[in-house]
Every structure is written in C-alpha cells, then in structure tokens.
C-alpha cells in the first residue's frame, strides 16, 4: 500500500517563507509525477499549485510563478514545495498528489494535506 504524507504547514506572516515536505512510501517501483494542490476554502475546488514529472521540466501556476518552487528527491522519494513571499490569499490547505507505479499500475496517490495560513 502506498502513502502519502505531507508537512510543514504553519501560521506565518505576510511576505514570509514556508516549505512543505511530500513524503510518499509502501511498496512502488517507481513515483512518475508528483503535485502540489491547494484549498482555499471549504467546498472549493483544489487548484494546481506546482506539478513535477520525473526529471526537471516543472509547471508553475501563474499565481505561483517567481513566488514558489516545486522540486523533488527520488532517492528518498520526497518533493518539496518552497513558498516565499506568502500572502493571505495563499492561505489554504495543501495536498500532495503522487502519480505512483505499484504492482505495475499507474494510479494517483493524495496526502490529507497541511494547513497554511498566512496573516496580513
């Protein structure tokens, strides 16, 4: 069984820095592509945050672009979202989503995520 679990969440102040951690295990031969979602209210739709296949090639969302940065450590089977300059809009909770090759089946994998709060 494969897991995903996410950390790092926090309260910080306008225009501060967080980093969340991915951590994804349980048997997989191999992590294709990992994610980053976020909710910024309850009932509301998850958005795309940052999205990384394996290798480099990175999608940023627009709002996250100059701000944030998603990469990954395979060998530990980790990803990372680094987030600077937060503002109270990023406020939200953020999900990991891992697309995971196990018993020689690709399906995606979610985290219950970790909370973000931003203050003005």
């Known amino acids: 069984q494969v897991q995903v679990v996410e950390s790092g969440g926090g309260l910080v102040q306008s225009g501060q820095s967080l980093k969340l951690s991915c951590k994804v295990s349980?048997?997989?031969?191999?992590?294709?592509?990992m994610a980053w979602y976020r909710q910024q209210a309850p009932g509301q739709q998850r958005e795309l945050v940052a999205r990384m296949p394996s290798g480099d090639a990175t999608y940023l969302a627009d709002f996250a672009k100059g701000r944030f940065a998603i990469s990954r450590d395979d060998a530990g089977n980790m990803a990372y979202l680094q987030m600077n300059l937060l503002k109270p809009e990023d406020t939200g909770d953020y999900y990991c989503?891992?697309?995971?090759?196990?018993?020689?089946?690709?399906?995606?994998?979610w985290g219950r995520g970790t909370q973000v709060a931003v203050s003005a």
């Open positions: 349980g048997s997989l031969q191999r992590i294709n592509v």
């Open positions: 989503k891992a697309n995971v090759l196990a018993n020689f089946r690709s399906r995606n994998y």
